[in-house]
């Protein structure tokens, strides 16, 4: 379950107590709930999972940072080794951006960013895909280099059917990933774990009008899921499994309603949102925990000054066979020469100090 849910006094019959207690993506854990999961968690074995180097929490967390300093030695496993790509010259980049310390000890990182052919001027081959598994990773939504640009774009050239949700367009080919309404859009049960989620990545394969023109009016969308769904108990399921891509991967089938319920304790008053968006383009936040064939980034001179170690380092390891990063010569050399990883050395000091 997620950590919201987990800290939630409100949640009903929610388990607390567990053998092995595992928390994932610690770097993006807060201070504030990472206590609280510690306050309200009994267990025998505490798992905590993370890079150190990934994007930190959104609200203060430095802890999964610092615990390291405060444990057993033989509690700490640093796994050194990527599966995501097979890639050398992807490894290597990833390693010494990983030890970069920023002024002039980036060379090695930019002669990698060079030797790879990772680094491009910024132009419109952006628009035109390396490879069907792909996304473009920006920090902006506005400008023309912005996510809702990019998506636009994109979204053009597709010349698969299109239908339109209000202002929203969507058209057959589009990638999609699931938002946070994906979590009770699938479910009735509240208490059910999420079998589709916030974050899944998928590709709409066909959509159809149903009871056009009357109040139960609804869009029937096909999507194809990146992963098969088996053994599935399709109880309190709202979508239906309709068969498999070539790869093995499930197609599932729902529809999503032009109207709320009047009932307000009606489940489907959620199903009138759409638990999807259009996903040419996403944030590097976003991004975190997902992957793709082929990545390109964009870092234009307006937003330079956002781009930190941890939000690089997360953006180019998106990638499992090809990166290209868009941006000038001048923004290249501004970041590499800025960024380094977080040394917080002086705050373990002042920590242990105060402990002893």
């Known amino acids: 379950m997620t950590i919201t849910k987990f800290n939630n006094p409100y949640a009903k019959d929610v388990k607390r107590d567990y053998d092995i207690l595992i928390i994932d993506e610690c770097s993006t854990v807060s201070n504030k709930s990472?206590?609280?999961?510690?306050?309200?968690?009994q267990y025998e074995l505490l798992i905590l999972v993370g890079d150190i180097y990934q994007i930190e929490a959104?609200?203060?967390?430095?802890?999964?940072n610092a615990v390291r300093f405060f444990i057993p030695p033989t509690s700490v496993c640093e796994l050194k080794k990527p599966f995501r790509t097979e890639s050398k010259q992807l490894l290597d980049l990833w390693d010494n951006?990983?030890?970069m310390q920023g002024n002039n000890e980036d060379s090695d990182v930019?002669?990698?960013?060079?030797?790879?052919?990772?680094?491009a001027e910024l132009d419109t081959s952006i628009f035109t895909s390396a490879a069907e598994n792909e996304i473009i990773l920006c920090l902006n939504y506005g400008g023309l280099y912005g996510i809702n640009n990019i998506n636009h774009f994109m979204q053009e050239n597709n010349n698969g059917k299109e239908i339109y949700r209000?202002?929203?367009?969507?058209?057959v080919g589009d990638p999609i990933l699931f938002n946070d309404a994906a979590d009770s859009f699938f479910s009735s049960d509240e208490d059910e774990v999420p079998v589709i989620h916030n974050n899944m990545k998928a590709k709409i394969v066909d959509f159809?009008?149903?009871n056009e023109g009357q109040a139960n009016e609804s869009i029937q969308f096909d999507v194809e899921l990146d992963k098969p769904l088996i053994e599935l108990n399709m109880d309190n399921r709202n979508f239906n499994i309709i068969g498999t891509n070539q790869e093995g991967?499930?197609?599932?089938r729902f529809e999503v309603f032009k109207n709320k319920s009047t009932d307000e304790d009606d489940d489907e008053t959620s199903r009138a949102t759409v638990p999807f968006q259009i996903a040419y383009a996403v944030s590097i936040h976003k991004a975190q925990g997902l992957e793709y064939d082929s990545v390109k980034i964009v870092i234009t001179d307006e937003i330079d000054e956002l781009i930190t170690h941890s939000i690089f380092y997360t953006a180019i390891t998106r990638a499992k066979k090809r990166l290209k990063i868009y941006w000038s010569k001048s923004v290249e050399q501004k970041i590499l020469e800025r960024i380094k990883p977080i040394d917080n050395r002086q705050d373990i000091a002042l920590l242990k100090s105060e402990i002893v």
């Open 208 to 210: 159809a009008v149903l």
């Open 97 to 99: 951006v990983r030890k």
């Open 58 to 64: 959104i609200e203060f967390g430095n802890w999964f």
């Open 249 to 252: 991967n499930s197609i599932i």
């Open 34 to 41: 990472m206590r609280k999961v510690l306050e309200l968690a």
């Open 110 to 119: 930019l002669d990698r960013l060079q030797a790879g052919e990772f680094s």
């Open 166 to 171: 209000g202002i929203q367009r969507y058209k």
